[in-house]
């Protein structure tokens, strides 16, 4: 899960062009709402099962209230991963800790099934799930608007343009869900209660057997270099049509703003 700016509040960027995420309010990115929604629905149907959910997350020390939402919603325990050299790291940094970090968890408990959602609400980029896949040796099931499992296998339907496609997998895999695959539930009072007293872990890059030079903003491969903030809007136009001349004014309105 991804801990992001709240996009209803100011963002702004730091020195070095890269996100605030630390003088900003901020929240559990909405689209990974739906990624532990199905990690609930899969332990649920499984009624029996010994299944553990477990929330990951990285980011400052903020992004603790992301894994905290997910301990409202249900989920089983948490992990927070925070580390001042991870600031600034692109998809390739992003995706090794939270390999590095998940093969931690899976040392300790096993894991059959990576949940992540379709894409993050601040960069958009849809490709750490498959990243993931890549570096723990996984098979990837992405884009996932259904989902359906029994026993070890899983089906999804993927929606594209004018099609659909259903794909079967054996777990364990990583599995990305779409916003259209379940409406999220809302932590209920009782699930508020019960998460202050879940497990709830703060790890470092050594932790994970990394050091600082694998990640952070001096070995991504994409840098900002760059940023302009957003003009104040400005009072509109208003066209008037006293003498039958408005039509006229709005279509050189039109054609000076390259319209039409």
């Not at 996100?19 to 009624?47: C, M, N």
């Not at 989920?75 to 600034?88: P, Y």
């Not at 931690?104 to 896949?133: E, F, N, Y």
Request: aromatic fraction near 4%.
């Amino acid at each position: 899960m991804k801990y992001v700016p709240d996009a209803t509040a100011d963002r702004k960027f730091e020195d070095d062009n890269t996100v605030d995420r630390v003088g900003v309010d901020g929240l559990l990115s909405e689209l990974d709402e739906y990624a532990v929604e199905q990690a609930l629905q899969f332990r649920e149907k499984r009624e029996g099962e010994e299944i553990t959910v477990t929330a990951l997350t990285i980011g400052p020390e903020k992004a603790v209230d992301a894994v905290r939402k997910a301990l409202q919603m249900g989920a089983d325990s948490g992990v927070h991963v925070v580390d001042d050299a991870i600031a600034g790291s692109d998809y390739l940094g992003t995706s090794l800790v939270l390999a590095k970090a998940v093969e931690k968890i899976k040392a300790d408990a096993g894991v059959d099934l990576v949940v992540c959602g379709m894409a993050s609400t601040d960069a958009s980029g849809s490709v750490v799930p498959a990243m993931l896949a890549e570096r723990l040796g996984m098979p990837q099931v992405t884009l996932a608007s259904v989902v359906e499992s029994q026993g070890d296998q899983v089906r999804i339907k993927r929606d594209n343009e004018g099609s659909t496609e259903v794909i079967g997998a054996t777990l364990p895999i990583v599995l990305s869900v779409t916003d259209q695959s379940g409406e999220a539930r809302y932590p209920s009072f009782k699930g508020i209660m019960a998460a202050k007293k879940k497990p709830l872990e703060t790890w470092s890059l050594s932790d994970l057997g990394l050091d600082a030079d694998q990640v952070g903003l001096s070995v991504a491969y994409s840098q900002v270099e760059d940023t302009t903030a957003r003009p104040p809007r400005t009072a509109g136009e208003i066209v008037t049509d006293e003498d039958g001349s408005g039509a006229g004014a709005l279509v050189d309105f039109l054609a000076s703003k390259k319209f039409i």
